[in-house]
């Protein structure tokens, strides 16, 4: 009796939910992984993602805020020598502001750095990426070089990719 009671109530409750009492969840459609596999500095988070291709492809003009570590100095001189965007001296004449952080730890022997490129106007996000690098060895500033060169190289990339859309 026990049996068919429990059998009736998962019949009305997959009726009740509109469903079969055997029916499968629906599966959702695959999205690629957000981690890199494998070792070494370009493992763990993906580094880079377009958030709004169509606002990247307008932004002409660039204010790049004080960063840790002096990371703010080392893109400016990065992106200025790419040429695809002027850089603002003042952020009222930019068309979107690149900000972040830059963290050096010693302890973990790391340094993680984060940049977010977003319109100046409303703060809406355009553009991110996500670098960590091992430090002591190779000291912090070959490793600051190393990550702005990167953080360019994958804006470049980015701005390449949102072209080709």
Not at 41 to 68: C, D, K, Q, W, Y
Not at 88 to 100: E, F, T
Request: hydrophobic residues 40%; positive net charge; charged residues 20%.
């Amino acid at each position: 009796m026990k049996h068919v009671m429990g059998v009736v109530m998962i019949a009305v409750l997959s009726a009740a939910l509109g469903g079969t009492a055997s029916a499968q969840p629906q599966q959702q459609p695959e999205q690629p992984p957000t981690l890199r596999r494998g070792k070494g500095p370009a493992a763990g988070p993906n580094t880079s993602s377009i958030v709004n291709a169509r606002a990247l492809m307008h932004v002409h003009t660039i204010f790049i805020e004080p960063m840790e570590n002096r990371l703010g100095i080392k893109l400016a001189g990065d992106l200025a020598k790419w040429g695809r965007f002027r850089l603002a001296v003042d952020r009222r004449q930019a068309d979107a502001i690149l900000s972040g952080t830059c963290l050096d730890s010693s302890r973990l022997r790391l340094l993680h750095s984060e940049v977010f490129l977003s319109n100046r106007v409303t703060g809406a996000a355009i553009w991110q990426d996500i670098v960590r690098l091992p430090l002591y060895p190779p000291p912090l500033p070959k490793a600051l070089d190393a990550t702005a060169a990167k953080i360019t190289r994958d804006l470049a990339s980015s701005y390449r990719r949102a072209e080709s859309k």
